[in-house]
C-alpha cells in the first residue's frame, strides 16, 4: 500500500472514528468505541501493521500521522468518558437526595431535676471558696435537729419548725433543716472548718407555698477570725456567681435559735432588678434565706471554745433559689414528677 | 399579731401623732430593718372614701319581694330622702346606717350603681361590715352609733385614718407583742420616747384579804406571781364605741365591757389579764395549783378538756375555774349577770403554759404571750390599767386591795439586770466599727439605759421586758440591729492555705451517677419520699418506718425504695399516652431494724443515736414501654422497632454505671436461686434485703446483685422485668394496655462504690495505679477469634465466661458474646469473639494455643461442643 493510501485511510478512519466517539450516548457505549477504534483488532491497528512495509522514508510520516490520529481519538475518548461519568454521578446523586427538613433521629438529652441542677451549680460555687460539701440523714435524732442547735424541748423556737416524728421512736424525726450536718461535722472535725450540706428536709405543712418535702443547701465557717462582714461577702459572692449578675444583697436582723446575730438575706429581685415588678411584690427585694453568726451555745454543745472560735451559717431552700433562677411560680411543681416539666432543664444542664 | 396605727399613735404627744400619719409608709418601711416582720397591712378608709352616714327615715317592706325593704334614707341634713333597697332583716326607721353612693367603689372592686331591684329604684347601698371590710363576716348591714353626723364620711365618723399591720414576730421579741411594744420601736423612728398610759394606784396588800377573795399559790414554781383585785357594782355594762371599734379592728368581737377591756389591755401592754365572776368562785378562794389527773374543764369556747397532773389550773374550793395562762372555764365566766368581777393578772412559767396549749390544742391571745416570756413588771402595771379602765369605763368599785402573791426566788422575777457590751467583742463578731457614744445612744432611742464603764466597755441596764438580752452576744445583736446591718461591711473570707480533699464524697458520686444517667436519656424525678398504707402492702412484708404525725394517710410511711415511686410515676405518663417513660430517682430509703443493731452510717454520722432505723443511699431506674423512640425512617417490617424494655436493657444501664461486677467477684443472680438458696440455708441474705419489692418482679426475669462477702454474700440490689400480673393491678395502668416494664435498683454505700471506682474501666487498675494500665492499642494489632460452641441449656454464661476468662489469659483483650440459639435437646449454642493482643504481635501458633486452652477447658467443665 502507498503511504498516500495509508494516510488517506488513517484520514478516514480519524474522521469516522471521531464522529461515532461523539455520539455515545453512555460509558459502556464509549468504550465499545474504544475496542473498536483503538483495540488490537481495530483499523487503525490494522493500518499501524502495515507500515512496516513502508519505504523507510516515508515510514515516519506515516508514524506521525499514525500517531496524531491515535492521540486525537485517546484525547476525545477521555474527554468524552469525563463528560459521560460526571453526568451519570450527577444522575446518581440525584437519585439519593433526601428532605432535609425532615427531623433527625432524636439522641437523649440530660434531663436532671431543677433542684438538683440548682443544688450542683450552688454546691460548685461554694467549693470554689474552700467549703467542702457534707451530708446526714434524713431521719434524725433530735438532739441533731433540735438540743443541740440551741433549741430545747419545748422552746417556743420548736413550735416555728412543724416536725414529723418518728412513730414509736419519738426521739427521732424527720429533720426540719439542714443544720444538724453543721452539728454533725462540728462534732467530727476539728476547726477552722468551711462546709456546705445539702439536702432534703421535711415539714408538715402542705399549701400552694409549703410542701412537706423540700431542700436546703446550708453552709458553716469556723474560724478565729470571721464577722458578719465575711458572711455578707460570701452570700454576695454566691448571689451574683449563681445569677450571673451584679444584684445587691442585704440583711435584715430576725431571730434563729443556733445563731446570733441573725438575720433574713433579701437579694436585689433579679427580674426587675430593684425597680418593683409582680415576684417581688413590687418591693424590688426578694428573700432568699437566713443567716446569722453561730450562737455560742451551739458551740458548746459540740464541744468548740467560743471564746476561741467564731462562726458563721446560712442556709436556704434550692427550691426558691431555681423558682427565682428559672422563673417558676408554683412549688408543687417540683414534686409533680411530670416530665414535660423536668425535660425544659435539659437546655441548662451542663 | 395586729397592730393598729392609731393605737400607736395614743403613746405620743400630738405632734408625734401627726408625724406618725404622714409618715406612715416610711415608718412601715423602716419595721423590717429593726427586725419587725410586716407581712402585710391595710388602709382602712380604703375603697370607703364614698360612703357616707345616712339616716333611715322609713323602711317598709318591698311590694313584690318578702325579704327586700324599700327605705327612705337622708343622705344630707336637709335635703329629701333617697330611695335604697335593702335586702338586711336587721334595717329599720331610726338607724343610722353607711351608705355607699352610686359611683363609689367598694373594697374588693365592688362597684355601687343606681338600679332597679324587682322595679323598685335603690340609689346605692346600705352597707355590712363585710362590705365595708371591717370584719371577715357579718350578719345584716352596720348599725353606726346615733352621734354619727349624717352626710359625714364613715371614715372621720367610724375613726377609719387607720391602718392595721400585720407583723410576724420573731419568737426572741416577745417584748413587741402589744401596741406598747411596738411603740417603743416606733419611737426610735420618730425620735420620741412612748407615753405609758393612765394607770390605777394601787396599795398593796401581800397578805391578801381574806373576808373577800383569796389566794393561794400552791404551784410555786409554776406560778411566780400571782395578782387579783376584786370590784363590784357591776351593772351590764356595753362597751363604748371606741373601744368595741379597737378590738373589732384586731378582729376580736366585743364580749361586753369587762372581758373587752382584759383584751383591750392585753394588746395595748402585752400582758394577759382574765376576770373571773367572783360569785361563780367556790368559797371565794383562788388556788394556783396543778391539776388532779382526770379533772375536767368546759372551757370559754364550750370544749371540756380532760386535765392531767402536768396542767396549773386556777381553781376554788372545788374544781379547776381556768387552764392558768391559756384559757378561762366557761363556768366562771362574765356573763350579763354578773356582778362581781375578779380580775386575774399573773405570771406564769412559759414553759408550763406552751406544754398545756400544746397538749390540749388551743392557741389563745393569752398562752401566745405566756410561751414566749412577758414583763413581770406588767403584772402589776396591766392591773392597775385595767382597775382604772373598769371604773371609768363600768363605773366598777375596787374592794380591798390589790393582792400579790410572789415567789421572790423564782428565776422569772431576778429583777433589773446589768450587762457589759465589749466594743471589740462587737467589732469581731460584727465586722464594723463602732464608737461607744453612738452605741449608747442607740440603746437609750429604745428605752435601753447604757453608759460607759470603760473606754471600750458599755454598761447596759436591761429593762425587764426585755427577756431577750441575757448575755453579751444579745447586746452585740442588738446593737447591731440598731446601728443597721447595711452599715455592716462586705468582705471576702481569706482563701484557705489547704483544703482537706477528701478522695471523693458520696454525694460527688451520686451524682456522677445522676449524670450518667441522665446522659442515657434518663429523666430524674423527686416524688414524695412518703408512701401510703396501701402502697406499703405491696412493696414490703417487712416492717416500715412510720411517721407519728403523717399530714394524710397517703403520707403515712417512708419508702423503703426508690422502684415503687418510680413505677408509678413511669405508669402515670404511660397512661396519659406516652409510649415510653424512661425515670430515675436517687435518695434516701428507709428501713426498720432491730433496735438492738446497728444505726443508720452515713460518712459522719455516729450511729448510736438512730438506732431502729436503717437508712441509706437509693439509685433506682425504670424504663417502661417502647425501647426504641419512634421515627420516620424505620423499616415498617422491623420487629425490633416495636420491642418493649427488656431485662437486658435495665442490665446494659448498671454495667454502665458499675463496670463489670465479674471483676469484683460480685454476681447477678436469679432472685429464684437466691430465694431458694438462702431459704435453705442463708435466711439473713433474704432478710437485709426486705427493701426490695420481690413481689412486683417477674420471678424467672430478673436477678439480684450479690455483693461478695460472708455467709454467700450480700444483696445489694436487684433488676428485673415486671411480674406481668401485677402491671395492671399495682400500677393501675387501663386495661388492655400490656406493656414491658423493667425496674432496677442498687443500694449505694461508701464500701459499694469504692470497689466500683477502683474497678469501672479495667481489671488493671488498683490502689498505687488508680487509672489501670493504659495500653498503646495501635502499634500492637488485636486478633480476632470466633468460636461457636454447643452447651446444655442449663449452663449460665457468667460461668462461661468466666472459664473462657481465665483460660485464654493475658492475651485477652476482650470478649464479646455474639450470638445465641436455643436447640432442640435442651441444648443451646453460644458464640464468642475473642479479641486477643499479646505484648507484641501474636504468631499464628499463639493464637491457636488460646483457642485450643478455651476450647479444651470449655469441654473440659461443661461438656461443650465445638460447632463445625
Known amino acids: ?350 | 399579731m395586729k397592730i393598729s396605727l392609731k393605737w400607736l399613735a395614743d403613746f405620743f404627744d400630738p405632734s408625734q401623732t401627726k408625724k406618725l400619719g404622714d409618715q406612715a409608709d416610711k415608718i412601715r418601711g423602716e419595721l423590717p430593718f429593726l427586725g419587725l416582720e410586716v407581712s402585710s397591712y391595710r388602709k382602712l378608709s380604703q375603697g370607703l372614701e364614698g360612703v357616707v352616714v345616712g339616716f333611715v327615715e322609713k323602711a317598709e317592706k318591698h311590694p313584690d319581694a318578702d325579704r327586700l325593704r324599700v327605705c327612705q334614707v337622708v343622705l344630707r341634713e336637709g335635703d329629701a330622702p333617697v330611695q335604697i333597697v335593702c335586702g338586711a332583716p336587721n334595717v329599720a326607721a331610726g338607724q343610722k346606717v353607711a351608705v355607699a353612693v352610686p359611683g363609689c367603689v367598694l373594697p374588693g372592686d365592688f362597684k355601687i350603681q343606681k338600679s332597679k331591684i324587682r322595679g323598685a329604684e335603690s340609689n346605692g347601698m346600705i352597707c355590712s361590715e363585710s362590705e365595708l371590710a371591717l370584719r371577715d363576716e357579718s350578719e345584716g348591714i352596720m348599725v353606726l352609733p346615733q352621734s354619727a353626723p349624717v352626710g359625714s364620711s364613715v371614715v372621720t365618723a367610724l375613726g377609719l385614718n387607720d391602718e392595721v399591720w400585720e407583723l410576724e414576730l420573731t419568737p426572741d421579741r416577745s417584748d413587741c407583742l402589744s401596741h406598747l411594744g411596738v411603740s417603743r420601736e416606733i419611737g426610735r423612728l420618730l425620735g420620741a420616747q412612748p407615753i405609758l398610759p393612765k394607770i390605777e394606784t394601787l396599795e398593796v396588800n401581800s397578805k391578801n384579804e381574806v373576808s373577800l377573795m383569796s389566794v393561794e399559790v400552791q404551784a410555786t414554781d409554776a406560778c411566780p406571781a400571782y395578782a387579783g383585785i376584786l370590784f363590784e357594782g357591776m351593772e351590764n355594762c356595753k362597751s363604748p364605741d371606741w373601744l368595741a371599734r379597737r378590738l373589732e379592728i384586731l378582729g376580736h368581737r366585743s364580749h361586753g365591757a369587762v372581758v373587752d377591756i382584759t383584751n383591750f389591755v392585753l394588746h395595748e401592754l402585752g400582758h394577759p389579764l382574765h376576770a373571773f365572776d367572783a360569785d361563780k368562785i367556790s368559797g371565794s378562794k383562788i388556788i394556783v395549783r396543778y391539776a388532779r389527773a382526770g379533772e375536767k374543764l368546759v372551757t370559754l369556747d364550750e370544749v371540756e378538756i380532760s386535765l392531767t397532773s402536768e396542767d396549773l389550773v386556777i381553781a376554788d374550793l372545788e374544781k379547776p375555774v381556768a387552764l392558768a395562762g391559756v384559757m378561762g372555764g366557761l363556768h366562771s365566766a362574765v356573763d350579763e349577770k354578773t356582778k362581781r368581777v375578779f380580775l386575774e393578772s399573773a405570771l406564769f412559767d412559759p414553759k408550763v403554759i406552751r406544754l398545756a396549749a400544746q397538749r390540749h390544742k388551743i392557741h389563745s391571745d393569752a398562752s401566745h404571750r405566756y410561751e414566749r416570756g412577758v414583763d413581770p413588771e406588767g403584772v402589776r402595771r396591766s392591773a392597775a390599767r385595767a382597775a382604772l379602765l373598769f371604773k371609768e369605763l363600768c363605773g366598777l368599785k375596787r374592794r380591798g386591795a390589790f393582792v400579790q402573791v410572789e415567789n421572790k426566788k423564782h428565776p422569772l422575777l431576778r429583777g433589773a439586770s446589768t450587762l457589759n457590751l465589749d466594743l471589740r467583742a462587737f467589732q469581731e463578731v460584727v465586722g464594723l466599727e463602732i464608737a461607744s457614744d453612738e452605741v449608747i445612744r442607740e440603746f437609750s432611742k429604745v428605752g435601753i439605759p447604757a453608759g460607759l464603764k470603760s473606754p471600750n466597755v458599755v454598761r447596759v441596764e436591761v429593762p425587764s421586758h426585755r427577756l431577750d438580752l441575757t448575755r453579751e452576744i444579745d447586746l452585740v445583736e442588738e446593737a447591731a440591729r440598731l446601728v443597721g446591718y447595711a452599715r455592716i461591711p462586705e468582705r471576702f473570707p481569706p482563701m484557705l492555705q489547704s483544703t482537706t480533699s477528701k478522695t471523693q464524697t458520696l454525694s460527688e458520686r451520686c451524682d456522677q451517677i445522676r449524670n450518667i444517667l441522665a446522659a442515657r436519656g434518663l429523666c430524674e424525678m423527686m416524688p414524695y419520699s412518703f408512701i401510703s398504707d396501701k402502697e406499703r402492702q405491696e412493696v414490703s412484708s417487712h416492717p416500715l418506718v412510720a411517721l407519728d404525725n403523717p399530714l394524710t394517710a397517703h403520707w403515712a410511711y417512708m419508702r423503703p425504695s426508690v422502684s415503687f415511686g418510680l413505677l408509678k410515676v413511669a405508669a402515670d405518663h404511660v397512661g396519659l399516652g406516652q409510649l415510653r417513660a424512661e425515670f430515675f430517682d436517687v435518695g434516701h430509703c428507709f428501713s426498720k431494724i432491730d433496735k438492738t443493731s446497728e444505726g443508720p452510717k452515713t460518712e459522719n454520722a455516729p450511729a448510736e443515736k438512730l438506732r431502729g432505723v436503717r437508712e441509706s443511699l437509693h439509685c433506682g431506674f425504670t424504663l417502661m414501654g417502647r425501647a426504641l423512640e419512634e421515627h420516620w425512617s424505620y423499616d415498617k417490617k422491623n420487629l425490633e422497632r416495636k420491642r418493649g424494655y427488656d431485662f437486658f436493657d435495665a442490665k446494659g444501664i448498671l454495667e454502665k454505671l458499675f463496670g463489670e461486677l465479674s471483676a469484683l467477684d460480685g454476681r447477678w443472680s436469679s432472685t429464684q436461686f437466691v430465694e431458694l438458696a438462702s431459704a435453705r440455708s442463708q435466711p439473713e441474705m433474704m432478710k437485709q434485703a426486705s427493701w426490695i419489692p420481690v413481689d412486683l418482679l417477674h420471678p424467672f426475669r430478673s436477678a439480684f446483685l450479690i455483693w461478695p462477702g460472708k455467709g454467700g454474700g450480700q444483696i445489694r440490689g436487684f433488676v428485673g422485668e415486671l411480674h406481668p400480673q401485677k402491671r395492671r393491678e399495682t400500677l393501675n395502668l387501663p386495661k388492655g394496655l400490656e406493656l414491658s416494664a423493667v425496674v432496677a435498683e442498687i443500694q449505694i454505700s461508701p464500701d459499694l462504690l469504692e470497689e466500683m471506682n477502683l474497678h469501672r474501666f479495667s481489671s488493671t487498675v488498683t490502689k498505687a495505679n488508680p487509672y489501670g494500665k493504659i495500653t498503646l492499642s495501635r502499634r500492637v494489632p488485636i486478633v480476632e477469634r470466633d468460636l461457636s460452641l454447643i452447651f446444655s441449656k442449663d449452663v449460665v454464661a457468667s460461668e462461661i465466661e468466666k472459664s473462657i476468662r481465665k483460660a485464654a489469659g493475658a492475651e485477652l483483650f476482650d470478649l464479646q458474646c455474639l450470638d445465641l440459639f436455643v436447640l432442640e435437646n435442651e441444648k443451646k449454642s453460644l458464640a464468642y469473639r475473642l479479641l486477643l493482643q499479646g505484648a507484641e504481635t501474636l504468631s499464628d501458633d499463639s493464637i491457636q494455643a488460646v483457642v485450643n486452652r478455651v476450647v479444651d477447658d470449655l469441654r473440659k467443665r461443661f461438656n461443650a461442643e465445638l460447632r463445625a
Open chain 1, 1 to 350: 500500500m502507498s503511504l498516500a493510501t495509508l494516510l488517506e485511510k488513517l484520514e478516514e478512519v480519524s474522521t469516522k472514528a471521531l464522529a461515532e466517539i461523539s455520539t455515545a450516548k453512555n460509558v459502556k457505549e464509549l468504550e465499545d468505541f474504544r475496542v473498536r477504534y483503538l483495540g488490537k483488532k481495530s483499523e487503525l491497528s490494522e493500518i499501524f501493521a502495515q507500515f512496516g512495509k513502508l519505504s523507510a522514508d516515508d515510514r515516519p510520516k506515516a508514524g506521525q500521522k499514525g500517531n496524531e490520529v491515535r492521540q486525537k481519538i485517546t484525547e476525545l475518548l477521555a474527554s468524552k468518558q469525563e463528560l459521560l461519568s460526571s453526568g451519570e454521578w450527577e444522575d446518581r446523586l440525584k437519585g439519593e437526595k433526601i428532605d432535609v427538613t425532615l427531623p433527625g433521629r432524636s439522641c437523649p438529652s440530660p434531663s436532671l431535676h431543677p433542684v438538683t441542677l440548682v443544688r450542683q451549680e450552688l454546691s460548685k460555687i461554694f467549693e470554689s471558696c474552700g467549703f467542702l460539701v457534707e451530708i446526714g440523714p434524713e431521719v434524725e435524732h433530735e438532739f441533731y435537729n433540735f438540743d443541740a442547735l440551741n433549741i430545747p424541748p419545748n422552746h417556743p423556737a420548736r413550735a416555728l419548725q412543724d416536725t414529723f416524728y418518728i412513730k414509736d421512736q419519738k426521739d427521732l424525726v424527720l429533720r426540719t433543716h439542714t443544720s444538724p450536718v453543721q452539728i454533725r461535722t462540728m462534732l467530727s472535725e476539728k476547726p477552722p472548718i468551711r462546709m456546705i450540706c445539702p439536702g432534703r428536709v421535711y415539714r408538715a405543712d402542705y399549701d400552694a407555698t409549703h410542701s412537706p418535702m423540700f431542700h436546703q443547701i446550708e453552709g458553716l465557717l469556723v474560724d478565729r477570725q470571721v464577722s458578719m462582714a465575711e458572711l455578707k461577702g460570701i452570700l454576695s459572692y454566691m448571689v451574683r456567681e449563681f445569677f450571673g449578675a451584679e444584684l445587691r444583697v442585704r440583711l435584715r436582723p430576725s431571730f434563729f435559735p443556733f445563731t446570733e446575730p441573725s438575720a433574713e438575706v433579701d437579694m436585689e429581685c433579679r427580674f426587675c432588678r430593684g425597680a418593683g415588678c409582680k415576684t417581688c411584690k413590687g418591693s424590688g427585694w426578694v428573700e432568699i434565706g437566713g443567716c446569722g453568726m453561730v450562737d455560742p451555745e451551739v458551740f458548746k454543745a459540740v464541744d468548740i471554745n467560743p471564746e476561741e472560735f467564731r462562726g458563721f451559717a446560712f442556709g436556704m431552700g434550692l427550691e426558691r433559689m431555681a423558682m427565682l433562677k428559672f422563673g417558676i411560680s408554683d412549688l408543687r411543681a417540683f414534686y409533680e414528677s411530670d416530665q414535660r416539666f423536668i425535660e425544659q432543664f435539659a437546655r441548662w444542664s451542663r
